[in-house]
C-alpha cells in the first residue's frame, strides 16, 4: 500500500510538472503574440489561462514535489539537486503570484511592460532546467547530510492524505473564485516541524553509538521523489 501510493503521488507530480511547463510555454506565445499585435484579447486569454489553469498546476506540482522530499529519505535539504529544485520552486511561485499575475491583470489594461515574456520566458527555461536536476541529480549531498542517520519512508496514510490535499484546494479555488495553496502550505509547514523535531530526536539517539537503539545504520540508497 506504501509504495503504491508513494508511486501516485509521483505520478501526480510528473503530470502536473508536464501541465505547468506546457502551460507557460501557452502563457508566453500569447504575451508575444498580444505584444506583437497590441490585441488586448491574447492578453485576456492569458489571464484566464494563468488563473485557471497554470496556477493549480503549478501549485500542485510544487506541492507534490515538497511532499515527496520530505516523505522520503531524499530530505529538502540532504541533497543538492533537491535543495536547488526547492529554491528554484519558491521562487517561481513568489514571482509568478505576486509579480506575473499582477502584470497580465495590468496588460489586459492596456498596460504592458516588457518584462512579461522575459519573466514567462524564465519560467520555462527553469522548469526545463529542474526537469534536468531530476534526472542527472548532480552535486552529491550537502553538508547537512549525516550519513549515519537512515531518514524512513513515510506511512502509505501520509501519502494517501498528501494525494487527498491538492483536492481539496483545488475544491476551496472553485468555492472562492481564485487559486490559492491554503492545505498546501499549511500542510508543509506543519509536516516540516513534526519532521525536524523526529530528526533531532534521531540525531541525539545517533550520536550515542552502542545505547539501547542499537547499532547506527547507513544511510541506504533512496527511492528517487521525481
Given at each position: 500500500?506504501?509504495?503504491?501510493?508513494?508511486?501516485?503521488?509521483v505520478?501526480?507530480?510528473?503530470?502536473?510538472?508536464v501541465?505547468?511547463?506546457?502551460?507557460a510555454?501557452?502563457?508566453?506565445?500569447?504575451v508575444?503574440?498580444?505584444m506583437?499585435?497590441?490585441?488586448?484579447?491574447?492578453f485576456?486569454?492569458?489571464?484566464?489561462?494563468?488563473?485557471?489553469?497554470?496556477a493549480?498546476?503549478a501549485?500542485t506540482s510544487a506541492?507534490?514535489?515538497m511532499?515527496?522530499?520530505?516523505?522520503?529519505p531524499?530530505?529538502?535539504f540532504?541533497?543538492?539537486?533537491?535543495?536547488?529544485?526547492?529554491?528554484i520552486?519558491?521562487?517561481?511561485?513568489?514571482?509568478?503570484?505576486?509579480?506575473?499575475?499582477?502584470?497580465?491583470?495590468?496588460?489586459?489594461?492596456g498596460?504592458v511592460t516588457?518584462?512579461?515574456?522575459?519573466g514567462?520566458?524564465?519560467?520555462?527555461?527553469?522548469?526545463?532546467?529542474?526537469?534536468?536536476?531530476?534526472?542527472?541529480?548532480?552535486?552529491?549531498?550537502?553538508?547537512?547530510?549525516?550519513p549515519?542517520?537512515?531518514v524512513?519512508t513515510?506511512?502509505?496514510?501520509?501519502?494517501?492524505?498528501?494525494?487527498?490535499?491538492?483536492?481539496?484546494?483545488?475544491a476551496?479555488s472553485?468555492?472562492?473564485g481564485?487559486?490559492?495553496?491554503?492545505?498546501?502550505?499549511?500542510?508543509?509547514?506543519a509536516?516540516?516541524?513534526?519532521?525536524?523535531a523526529?530528526?533531532?530526536?534521531?540525531?541525539s539517539g545517533?550520536s550515542g553509538?552502542?545505547?539501547a537503539?542499537?547499532?547506527?545504520?547507513?544511510?541506504?540508497?533512496?527511492?528517487?521523489?521525481?
Amino acid at each position: 500500500m506504501q509504495k503504491r501510493a508513494r508511486t501516485l503521488l509521483v505520478w501526480l507530480h510528473v503530470v502536473t510538472s508536464v501541465g505547468w511547463l506546457s502551460q507557460a510555454v501557452a502563457l508566453l506565445a500569447l504575451v508575444l503574440y498580444g505584444m506583437k499585435t497590441s490585441d488586448v484579447k491574447a492578453f485576456e486569454m492569458a489571464r484566464v489561462l494563468d488563473h485557471q489553469v497554470l496556477a493549480i498546476m503549478a501549485n500542485t506540482s510544487a506541492f507534490t514535489g515538497m511532499a515527496l522530499s520530505a516523505t522520503t529519505p531524499w530530505g529538502w535539504f540532504r541533497h543538492w539537486w533537491v535543495l536547488a529544485k526547492f529554491g528554484i520552486t519558491v521562487s517561481q511561485l513568489y514571482i509568478g503570484i505576486f509579480i506575473l499575475s499582477d502584470n497580465l491583470q495590468a496588460a489586459t489594461e492596456g498596460r504592458v511592460t516588457a518584462w512579461m515574456p522575459v519573466g514567462t520566458g524564465l519560467m520555462v527555461g527553469a522548469i526545463a532546467f529542474q526537469t534536468w536536476l531530476s534526472v542527472a541529480k548532480p552535486w552529491g549531498r550537502t553538508p547537512w547530510a549525516d550519513p549515519k542517520i537512515k531518514v524512513p519512508t513515510a506511512s502509505a496514510t501520509t501519502f494517501v492524505l498528501a494525494l487527498a490535499i491538492p483536492a481539496g484546494d483545488f475544491a476551496i479555488s472553485l468555492w472562492t473564485g481564485r487559486p490559492m495553496p491554503f492545505l498546501m502550505l499549511i500542510t508543509v509547514v506543519a509536516y516540516s516541524i513534526r519532521r525536524a523535531a523526529k530528526g533531532r530526536s534521531r540525531s541525539s539517539g545517533a550520536s550515542g553509538r552502542g545505547n539501547a537503539a542499537g547499532p547506527v545504520r547507513r544511510d541506504a540508497a533512496a527511492p528517487s521523489p521525481r
